[in-house]
């Protein structure tokens, strides 16, 4: 059996979610389990509008619930034949969701927990709008709420999956329907606690349900799909010439997302990993493709770099001083603090020389984190050990990801030689000792440029 997983893009529509219907259809001889995303857009909304009932924006909460169910039910009249009992269950889901907001406009604010409830919304609505039309259509299948299933502690917002439990309940609830030829149409993103209460896997945190899923039935295979053809050997967006990738490894893969390929949630590949189990990224839209295969060993090409992969709008924050060398808990006081705040971190530079530390985060985080550090470090600023604490603005990290780097000569000279030929300069530059990665840090400016050139300069347009 299979696991295939449908992203908010696949399912944007009526048209869209009849297009999801055939591909499951269509390869019902693998026996499919479906784990499903909201509809585009659809979290998003539910979102910001938890945000605007906080702010007492009753106009606006108002028009936007409005909105939930004319999307919703637009698609279920022209994706089904016999839509009544259907928009009856979508407007009772919609229903108990305007007592929620009413609530948090009276207390004028509103809490992790709430939020990832209502957050939830998006996914019991699509997975029965696909199930429904898999079910005119002569399938028999079911919409699988989650919160039972897939078990978590209470993080609100990102929550931790407690496997043993989680692979008992899926086995117990999911292996039966597909023993009876039930095709299950599960929620992803959306978990719970053993107590009921409901959480989330965190953003895109659909893959990640995907994954769960098929590690707990021990999937053969995963299945994605979006509208891409499958992992790019850079940002199209930048890189007109940008190829698909046939396949990738788990850990180039997840080198790749962590550093801004939206393809593939880091996350999904852990229970991947552990099971062994190739993930395929296919294109939703045109399924002939064969699109990218991720798994545990890959075939080495003559490339060493199997793709560029690039995150802007960031800023890097520089900790300098002369008087640095000499204290021993500079850089965890430093780390300590940005953790605390629970600011993400993205790349991390240090000198031998201890004189300065820098890293990089997102933009708008970065005057908190340099007000933080500066009341941290008032003494040490104060008896000059520690000469400033600045940030640059309008930086972009550039990664270039590959296990044919690996034991490989002059692949770094080769980078930063293309990258100095065209004139690109390099303002901080990172490495780990796996070879896999080498990250770079240029001005936004420079960005387009230094992601051409190294793509041409390997190969990865041909």
């Known amino acids: 059996m299979i696991v295939m997983k449908f992203g908010g893009t696949s399912l944007g529509d009526a048209a869209k979610l009849t297009n999801a219907a055939e591909l499951i259809e269509a390869n019902l ?23 605007n ?35 009856q269950e979508v407007r009772h889901i919609i229903g108990s969701l305007k007592p929620l907001y009413e609530s948090i406009g009276v207390l004028g604010e509103y809490t992790p ?19 429904n039309i898999l079910i005119e259509r002569g399938v028999s299948s079911e919409p699988i709420p989650t919160a039972d299933l897939v078990i978590t502690d209470d993080n609100f917002g990102s929550a931790n999956v407690d496997f043993k439990v989680t692979r008992a309940r899926v086995a117990k609830k999911v292996k039966p329907m597909l023993r009876e030829g039930v095709t299950p149409i599960l929620t992803g993103f959306l978990s719970g606690t053993e107590k009921g209460v409901v959480t989330t896997l965190g953003r895109n945190g659909s893959d990640y349900s995907a ?9 053969e295979e995963v299945w994605i799909w979006s509208d891409v053809d499958g992992v790019l050997t850079a940002d199209p967006k930048l890189i007109a010439e940008a190829k698909t990738v046939p396949e990738l490894s788990y850990r180039e893969a997840a080198d790749l997302s962590y550093f801004g390929a939206k393809v593939l949630h880091p996350k999904s590949i852990l229970p991947a990993v552990e099971g062994g189990i190739p993930i395929w990224i296919k294109n939703a839209f045109k399924p002939e493709v064969e699109g990218t295969v991720v798994k545990a060993e890959t075939v080495r090409d003559k490339k060493p770099i199997r793709g560029i992969t690039s995150i802007r709008n960031l800023s890097l924050v520089n900790v300098e001083g002369a008087g640095m060398v000499e204290l021993s808990n500079v850089a965890a006081k430093v780390f300590g603090a940005v953790a605390n705040l629970g600011i993400n971190v993205y790349v991390i530079s240090q000198a031998s020389s201890e004189h300065s530390i820098c890293f990089v985060v997102d933009k708008g985080d970065a005057s908190k984190i340099v007000r933080v550090l500066k009341r941290e470090f008032s003494e040490r600023i104060m008896h000059r050990d520690i000469d400033e604490v600045s940030v640059m603005d309008g930086i972009a990290i550039v990664a270039v990801v590959g296990e044919g780097m690996i034991g490989t000569l002059g692949i770094a000279g080769r980078v930063f030689g293309t990258l100095g030929k065209s004139k690109v300069n390099v303002v901080a530059i990172a490495q780990g000792a796996s070879e896999l990665n080498i990250s770079f840090i240029v001005k936004e400016e420079d960005l387009t440029k230094a992601v051409a050139c190294l793509h041409r300069e390997f190969g990865l347009d041909k």
């Open 53 to 87: 009932a906080a702010l007492g924006k009753t106009a606006t909460v108002e028009r936007a619930v409005g909105e939930l169910s004319q999307k919703h039910e637009t698609a279920a009249k022209q994706s089904l034949k016999q839509p009544d009992s259907v928009l």
């Open 211 to 219: 994954s769960i899923v098929a590690a707990c039935l021990k999937a």
């Open 29 to 51: 001889e693998k026996t499919p389990a479906v784990v499903v995303s909201a509809m585009a857009s659809v979290t998003n909304l539910l979102i910001d509008t938890t945000k």
């Open 113 to 131: 927990r709430s939020l990832d409830l209502i957050s939830s919304y998006g996914e019991r609505l699509s997975s029965l709008l696909l199930a």
